[in-house]
């Protein structure tokens, strides 16, 4: 019974383990609430929004989660190793939720929903506007 047990324990650990959101993260692609409300355009149209989407694209947004429940969120510009900007944010994740804390108070700010998470990907879904999803891929542990 005890080995059973222990195996059991075992097999938990390594499988909390295995998915942790400590790390940095690069937001690969966001949709809005409006692109899902929109009337199906015409081809030449439709290429223009595409090209206006991938050029809006230029800075890489990242998402880098610590062990310490911190994070920082920061754009990065394009052939520069500094970021444009860091906003530094707690944050609770239990694995179906994500919530951004405000750093004085530690009252919840943002909710986000956990559509998927695995070793490299993160799907979430605004827990106020579900239509709102981002989608991030896993770039480095730091």
Do not use: H
Not at 111 to 123: G, T
Not at 132 to 141: C, P, V
């Amino acid at each position: 019974m005890k080995t059973l047990l222990t195996l059991f324990l075992t097999v938990l650990a390594t499988a909390l383990l295995g998915q942790n959101l400590v790390g940095e993260w690069q937001l690969v692609k966001q949709s809005t609430c409006m692109e899902e409300n929109m009337k199906p355009l015409a081809d030449s149209t439709q290429r223009l929004v595409n090209d206006m989407k991938s050029r809006g694209s230029a800075t890489a947004s990242t998402i880098t989660f610590k062990d310490n429940m911190a994070g920082e969120e920061s754009t990065r510009i394009l052939n520069s190793r500094k970021s444009g900007y860091n906003k530094n944010f707690l944050y609770k994740f239990d694995g179906e939720m994500l919530m951004i804390l405000d750093k004085r108070s530690r009252t919840i700010t943002d909710n986000y929903i956990v559509e998927k998470f695995s070793a490299d990907s993160l799907i979430l879904a605004n827990a106020s506007r579900p239509c709102e999803t981002r989608i991030f891929l896993k770039i480095g542990r730091k």
